[in-house]
């Protein structure tokens, strides 16, 4: 079976920075197409950012140049590197994954972690 494990989230002051990991397992993670969601309270959940087998990597406009997305392939890890934390990043974090094609609608990723909580206070 597939697992996606995600941990790194925590409640820190705006301006700091965090690294969320996702653990995969149950799959060749060489040939996942990872990527990162977010759902804030009340909220729809949101693309973040998505790295191909390749290393190729996307962003929303709204998190590029604070976020950056990266893969340990003999850890079989995906990163998400957030600097600047603002209060608007509060949400819980996904990490999610597919075999086929990168892409930023939900129903694209086919497997999916728990989430981890990520709380900025001002």
């Known amino acids: 079976q597939v697992e996606l494990v995600e941990t790194g989230g925590g409640l820190v002051q705006a301006g700091d920075s965090l690294r969320l990991s996702c653990a995969a397992s149950?799959?060749?993670?060489?040939?996942?197409?990872m990527a990162w969601f977010r759902q804030a309270p009340n909220k729809g959940r949101e693309f973040v950012a998505a790295?191909?087998?390749?290393?190729?990597?996307t962003y929303v406009d709204s998190v590029e140049g604070r976020f950056t997305i990266s893969r340990d392939e003999p850890k079989n890890t995906v990163y998400l590197q957030i600097n600047s934390l603002q209060p608007n990043d509060t949400a819980v974090y996904y990490c999610?994954?597919?075999?086929?094609?990168?892409?930023?609608?939900?129903?694209?990723?086919?497997?999916w972690g728990q989430g981890t909580q990520v709380t900025v206070s001002s």
């Open positions: 790295i191909k087998r390749t290393r190729g990597r």
């Open positions: 149950g799959l060749p993670f060489s040939t996942l197409t």
């Open positions: 999610a994954a597919t075999t086929g094609g990168m892409g930023s609608a939900t129903f694209t990723y086919k497997y």
